[in-house]
Every structure is written in structure tokens, then in C-alpha cells.
């Protein structure tokens, strides 16, 4: 990953915890647990998306703003993986709050 531009690494990412979401059956959840899977799924997005918005910034002065945009969505991003460990394995959780540091790091 150490190679791998922040929105290729945020792809994985998101598609890691997509495919971890996946296996969760929500009807088993409390409407709690369900609205956090919802938002995780959502946030998730629009990480990448911000992420991507960084990458393709034309101007110094856009690209800074870009960054702190996504720093802040994937701040989010984290604290809404670990609030649902009890949906996600503790090795899983550990795994994704480490991709996600990396990402935020690589941003200016």
C-alpha cells in the first residue's frame, strides 16, 4: 500500500469494509446498529470520494483544501469503524483504522 496513490488505497479500503458489511445480517441488528452500518456504507463513499476530489485538484490552494476535507471524512470514517466492533472483528477493526491513518497521512 506503501506504493499505492491515497484513493487506490481508499478504494480497498472502502471495499474491504463494503465486503465486511456484506456478511452482517441486518436483521439480526438493533435499529442502532442498523442506522451504523448505513452511515459506515455511506461515509465509506464519501471518503473516496473526497479522496479523489484531492487527487484531481488542479491548484496547490484546492488540493490543500481537498486534503483537509478528507482528513476530516476519514476521521469520521474511523471513529464510525471503531463505534461498530461489535459488527467487525477486533483484527478487522485494528486492520481498517491502520489503512485509514495511512491514507489521512498521505494527504497534505
Known sequence: MENQSPFLAMQQA???IKG???TVDTDLLSPDEKKAVASLRRLGTDARLD???YELSETRA???QKAKEAQ???KK???AVLA???VFGPADVA???AQLEQITSQLL
Do not use: P
Open 14 to 16: 472502502e471495499n474491504q
Open 20 to 22: 465486511l458489511l456484506r
Open 51 to 53: 479522496v479523489r476530489d
Open 62 to 64: 484546492e488540493q490543500l
Open 72 to 74: 476530516k471524512r476519514l
Open 77 to 79: 470514517l474511523q471513529a
Open 84 to 86: 461498530a466492533g461489535n
Open 95 to 97: 486492520h481498517i483504522s
